[in-house]
C-alpha cells in the first residue's frame, strides 16, 4: 500500500495554475495502453518536487509537472504520455 | 520530442532575454512578491543562518521526507540485478547476493533535496560506485542511472566517481526502505537528492549527456547546492 | 443557488478571513471562511490551503470543504495531528480575524450535485467525512430526496465528527440512513459495528450493486484502498465508485 500514491483529484490544485478548464474531469487516453477515463480517475503523485499524473491502468506517465517559483516563476509541462486531454466547459 | 532535444531549448542552458532574473532563494522572502504572512505559524523547518555545512536556501528538517514520482517499486531480491552496461567493454552484472558480497562501507554524509531541506550527519552503507566501475574500460564521460518503475537522472561520470558515490542499501544502520529507495539505490550527496535515483538498478555509461526524467522537465542538468543550481538556467 | 456557467479561469490563490472557529470533536475543529469573490464550489471539492512564515518558509495542505454550496461561509473541518507542521497551526494558532491563504474549489471529479441522482453510498473514515458531510448537506439545503447511505468509521463514540447534525438529520429523514463503526473504543451497551469496515460490512450497509449507487469513498489510504478493492468484490462498477485518498499524514 503506498502512501504516496493519490487520486488524480489530488492533481487539480497544481494542474488548475495552468489549465484554465476543470482538468479533473477531462477524459484523457493513454499513449502506453489506450485507456480512457477522467483524469480524477487516474493515480498522481503530488509533492513539491513536481506532480506527476499517471496511467490507473498501466501505471504509464500521462502528465508531468514541474513548477519554480523562485526568481521567475515557470512551469514545465509534459503531456507525452497523453493522446488527447478533452476539456470541457461546465454548466 | 526526443529527451535529446532540450540540447536545443535555449533555455536549457540559460534563462531567456525576456525573462528576468530575480534570485531571492537566499534572502528572507521567497516566491512572487506574495507578501502575505501567516500570523504566528512557524514551520518545521529551521532556517540554518551561518552555518556552513547548510548550503543557500535550504532548511533543516528533522523527518527524512519521502517524495515520489510514481508507484513504489517492491522488486523481490530474486530478481533484483544491478548492472553496468552502454559504452563499457563489458557489461557487468550483479545478483543481490554478489552485490551484498561486495565490500561495503559505513559514510555519513549530509544530504540536500532540491525541494529545499536538508539533512546533516546522515549514516548509509553501501558499495562505492568506484567499486562496481573498477576495471571498466569506457570513453563514455556521463552515466544515467536508471532504476525500476523507470525513473532515470544523469551525471557526469566524474560525478559518481572519485568516491563521492555509492550504491547505498543502509540507513541508519537498518535495511533501506522501500519508500526511501529500497532495496538500493544511487547516493551522491554532493548533488540536489533527486540525482540519488532511488530503486537503481544499473548505470548506463553514455558519450553523450541524456537528460533523466527530472533533468528534461526543468531541473538543473549539473544539481549542485552550492550553486543552487535547482532549475534550468539557475 | 443559480447556477451559472463557469468562465474557465486558473485557479488562483486568494486570502479567506476566518470569520469563526468552532471545536468539534477533542481532535477535530472546523474553521468558518468567508472568501472575497468566492464563486461557489460542488460538494465533495476541497481547497489548497498554504502557510507562509516570515522567513518565507511554506507549507501547503489539501483540506476537504465540509460546508453546502448553499452556504455563504466555506468551512473547512480539521484534525490536528500532532506531529503535523499545518493542522496544529490551523486547530490551536488560527482565530477570528486572520487570513488563511488558499485555492479553489479544486476536484470538480470528486463532487456531487443533487440532480445528478442515486442512490449515494457514502463511505467515509475520520475526517474522510466532511467532502460527505458537504454532499449531505447539500443534499438538504436542495430539499433533495436522493436515499443515502453513510458508512462512517470512527476510533471512538467521542470521536465521531459532526455527530449530532448527522444525528439531527437521520431522525427526520427516512431516506438517509447512517451507520457507524467505531474501531478502536466503544461506549458502554455499544451495538454496532466494532470493526474496520469490510466486504461484509458493505455488503449488509451499501446499497446493492443492482441499485447502481454512486459511490464516494474519503479516508485514509489503507481505509480507502480495502474499502474500494471491497466494493468491487462485491459486484460494484468501478466507474461508478470515486476515492479520496488522504495520502501520508503530515498534516
Known amino acids: 500500500m503506498d502512501e504516496q500514491r493519490l487520486d488524480g483529484n489530488a492533481a487539480g490544485g497544481i494542474l488548475g495554475e495552468v489549465f484554465a478548464f476543470e482538468i479533473t474531469t477531462a477524459r484523457v487516453t493513454c499513449v502506453n495502453c489506450g485507456a480512457t477515463g477522467e483524469v480524477g480517475a487516474q493515480m498522481a503523485y503530488v509533492s513539491e518536487i513536481g506532480t506527476v499524473v499517471s496511467c490507473a491502468a498501466c501505471d504509464n506517465a500521462l502528465i508531468r509537472i514541474v513548477r519554480q517559483d523562485d526568481g521567475p516563476q515557470r512551469y514545465w509541462l509534459d503531456l507525452k504520455g497523453v493522446e488527447y486531454l478533452q476539456l470541457r466547459e461546465r454548466l | 520530442m526526443n529527451v535529446w532535444d532540450t540540447h536545443l531549448d535555449p533555455d536549457f542552458g540559460g534563462v531567456p532575454e525576456w525573462m528576468y532574473s530575480r534570485r531571492s532563494t537566499t534572502t528572507g522572502g521567497i516566491g512572487m512578491g506574495r507578501g502575505f504572512i501567516s500570523r504566528g505559524f512557524r514551520g518545521r523547518r529551521r532556517r540554518a543562518e551561518g552555518d556552513e555545512r547548510v548550503p543557500p536556501g535550504q532548511y533543516l528538517v528533522d523527518g527524512f521526507p519521502v517524495l515520489s514520482a510514481g508507484p513504489t517499486p517492491h522488486t523481490p531480491l530474486a530478481e533484483w540485478s ?112 533527486w540525482k540519488s535515483a532511488k530503486w537503481v538498478r544499473g548505470l548506463r555509461l553514455i558519450t553523450e549527456d541524456e537528460p533523466g526524467f527530472w533533468e528534461s522537465l526543468g531541473y538543473h542538468n549539473q544539481g549542485d547546492p552550492w550553486r543552487e543550481q535547482r532549475y534550468w538556467g539557475d | 443557488m443559480i447556477r451559472v456557467a463557469e468562465a474557465p479561469r486558473k485557479l488562483a490563490w486568494r486570502i479567506g478571513e476566518v470569520v469563526e472557529t468552532s471545536p468539534d470533536t477533542p481532535r477535530t475543529k472546523s474553521l468558518f471562511l468567508e472568501v472575497p469573490g468566492w464563486e461557489g464550489h460542488r460538494a465533495g471539492q476541497h481547497v489548497d490551503v498554504r502557510l507562509t512564515a516570515e522567513d518565507g518558509y511554506q507549507a501547503q495542505r489539501s483540506y476537504s470543504i465540509a460546508s453546502a454550496p448553499e452556504d455563504d461561509r466555506v468551512e473547512l473541518l480539521v484534525e490536528r495531528l500532532d506531529d503535523g507542521e499545518v493542522s496544529p497551526y490551523l486547530t490551536d494558532e488560527l482565530r477570528p480575524g486572520d487570513g488563511l491563504e488558499l485555492r479553489g474549489p479544486i476536484g470538480g471529479w470528486f463532487a456531487w450535485d443533487a440532480n445528478e441522482g442515486g442512490p449515494l453510498v457514502l463511505v467515509a473514515g475520520g475526517s474522510g467525512v466532511a467532502p460527505l458531510m458537504a454532499m449531505i448537506r447539500h443534499r438538504k439545503a436542495a430539499g433533495n430526496g436522493t436515499p443515502v447511505r453513510l458508512l462512517f468509521s470512527s476510533r471512538s463514540y467521542e470521536d465521531i465528527i459532526f455527530r449530532k447534525e448527522l444525528e439531527r438529520l437521520a431522525a427526520g429523514d427516512q431516506t438517509l440512513r447512517i451507520t457507524h463503526t467505531l474501531t478502536r473504543s466503544r461506549p458502554e451497551g455499544w451495538t454496532g459495528y466494532d470493526r474496520r469496515i469490510d466486504e461484509q460490512m458493505l455488503g449488509e450497509v451499501a446499497f446493492s450493486p443492482g441499485e447502481r449507487p454512486l459511490v464516494f469513498v474519503c479516508g485514509p489510504t489503507p481505509l480507502v484502498e480495502a474499502v474500494a478493492t471491497a466494493l468491487v468484490g462485491l459486484g460494484h462498477e468501478p466507474t461508478r465508485v470515486k476515492t479520496e485518498r488522504f495520502g501520508p499524514t503530515g498534516g
Open chain 2, 82 to 193: 544491478f548492472a553496468i552496461e552502454g559504452e563499457v567493454d563489458e557489461p557487468r552484472t550483479w545478483s543481490w547476493e554478489e552485490f551484498r558480497a561486495l565490500p561495503s562501507e559505513k559514510f555519513t554524509r549530509d544530504i540536500h533535496c532540491v525541494t529545499k531541506w536538508s539533512k546533516l550527519g546522515t549514516t548509509w552503507e553501501g558499495v562505492p560506485v568506484d567499486l562496481l566501475l573498477e576495471g571498466v574500460d569506457t570513453t563514455a564521460e556521463y552515466v544515467v542511472a536508471f532504476s525500476d518503475g523507470g525513473y532515470t537522472t544523469n551525471l557526469p561520470l566524474e560525478e559518481v566517481t572519485g568516491s563521492k558515490a555509492w550504491i547505498a542499501h543502509t540507513y541508519e544502520g537498518e535495511p533501506l526502505t522501500p519508500e526511501h529507495g529500497g532495496p538500493a539505490r544511487l547516493l551522491v550527496p554532493h548533488l540536489y537528492l
